[in-house]
């Protein structure tokens, strides 16, 4: 073990960036693919003699991945097996699972992280948590009273708006905070026609 561990801390000084180049096309996001997490490892690893395996098991109802390194020396490094089932029992089911768990297994063993190709990654503010939404009944009950005082709801939205600083066009983009003052308007009479 000791000439691979060596040569396995050498090659990671090397690794590059696993970019984030493919689009999912689902969740509209990007994310670095199998190819791009090999990219960011493989010429390291093989040029500190050590070459990358990722061995598969029999599963019927997904994939068993595990990545092995193998040095010039005969030693090995072992990472672990990790499932992933098949969404589908069809061969693009079986295919998609292997693809995300030989990524995903390379990623842990590497101790890789993906990151943007455009630098922004770092220069964007944390997300902030999205406030919370009013209820089904915190909507019927504006809408009753809407409707109670004949309220422009154009106008009310376009008050709301400018009043959050985002664009309000239905009851159920109004947030929980938003609802006694829009309440309080409807009630006031501010907004009716």
């Known amino acids: 073990m000791k000439q691979i561990a060596s040569a396995f801390v050498k ?20 994310y670095a693919d199998l190819g791009a997490c090999l990219e960011a490892v493989d010429d390291a690893l093989l040029n500190n003699g050590i070459a990358l395996l990722q061995e598969t098991f029999e599963d019927a109802s997904g994939v068993t991945v595990e990545t092995v390194l193998l040095h010039e020396s005969g030693e090995s ?4 097996k990790l499932r992933v089932p098949a969404v589908k029992q069809d061969a693009q089911g079986y295919g998609s699972a292997l693809t995300y ?3 995903y297994s390379l990623i842990t ?5 993906p990151e943007d190709d455009d630098g922004n990654a770092a220069a964007k503010k944390p997300e902030q948590a999205k406030p919370a939404l009013c ?4 909507i019927k009950q504006m809408m009753d009273l809407a409707n109670e005082v004949k309220a ?15 664009e309000i066009m239905t009851f159920s983009q109004i947030t929980a905070a938003e609802m006694p003052h829009v309440i309080k308007a409807l009630e006031s009479k501010k907004v009716a026609a």
């Open 11 to 30: 090659a990671k000084r090397e690794f590059g960036p696993a970019l984030k180049q493919s689009l999912n096309p689902h969740l509209k996001n990007k």
């Open 77 to 80: 490094l072992r990472f672990g």
């Open 101 to 103: 768990a030989r990524r």
């Open 109 to 113: 063993a590497c101790g890789i992280a």
């Open 135 to 138: 209820s089904q009944a915190q």
């Open 152 to 166: 422009d709801l154009v106008a009310l939205f376009e008050w709301l708006s400018k009043k959050s600083g985002r």
